[in-house]
């Protein structure tokens, strides 16, 4: 089974559009991330989201929505999608607090803006 | 703020051939430290952690890593690496971000390749 899912793995869309990607994880974990993959590989977080409360990285822009239903599902909306959008996006849970936990990522989502 | 540095971009090994990769991080306190591991297409997987206690840490797939505080260094090491090791590895410092989005502080990775 697999611990964190997300989808679709690769999503290519217009520039100025709105989407989403989905991310579920199994392992019953009360924190969940988003992070953005650059084109040079560099990883940096986007959200933590734990028990309700959402912590958000001050550079992300508010374009960027996360979305929880429920403990299970961190979903990632984006608004008005630009060019500098295009990476990878990782979805990550754990448990409790990141910082020292160790932290479970998901496949990936390609997204590609035109 | 907590910062990590990997000075190698991309290293080049002969399969059967040691392997070090140099990690130094940038914190006030004692550091979470960890190794993940990016294979093509994939996602990220802890390869080990160090939180305090020995220095020398062991974890999967025949990797090792050393805490060093007074280099500020966690470099990653393994005796012989196999064609199967050729991926992305991130260092990373666990940390609270003082308000921000407590996750990973990633360095921005070590391409490993591995020559027959």
């Known amino acids: 089974d697999t611990a964190v899912s997300q989808t679709p793995k690769y999503l290519v869309t217009q520039m100025g559009n709105d989407k989403s990607i989905k991310c579920e994880q199994n392992?019953?974990?009360?924190?969940m991330y988003w992070y953005k993959q650059d084109s040079k590989k560099f990883l940096k977080i986007m959200f933590s989201y734990n028990n309700k409360e959402l912590i958000i990285n001050e550079t992300v822009p508010n374009r960027f929505s996360p979305k929880s239903p429920d403990k299970a599902h961190l979903n990632l909306h984006i608004n008005s999608l630009e060019l500098g959008d295009s990476a990878v996006y990782f979805c990550?849970?754990?448990?409790?607090?990141?910082?020292?936990?160790?932290?479970?990522f998901g496949p990936g989502t390609r997204l590609t803006v035109l | 703020a907590q910062s990590v540095t990997q000075p190698d971009i991309h290293i080049t090994v002969s399969e059967g051939a040691s392997l070090e990769l140099r990690c130094n991080y940038s914190y006030g306190a004692t550091p979470y430290l960890f190794w993940y591991v990016q294979s093509p297409g994939q996602g990220l997987q802890l390869l080990l952690k160090y939180f305090s206690g020995d220095t020398l840490v062991q974890g999967i797939k025949g990797f090792e890593a050393e805490f060093k505080r007074s280099q500020s260094s966690f470099n990653l090491r393994k005796p012989s690496v196999h064609w199967s090791d050729a991926a992305e590895y991130f260092c990373a410092v666990g940390a609270p971000s003082g308000g921000g989005a407590d996750g990973l502080t990633f360095g921005k990775g070590t391409h490993l390749i591995i020559q027959p």
């Open positions: 392992l019953g974990h009360d924190t």
């Open positions: 990550a849970a754990s448990r409790g607090q990141a910082f020292y936990n160790e932290q479970f």
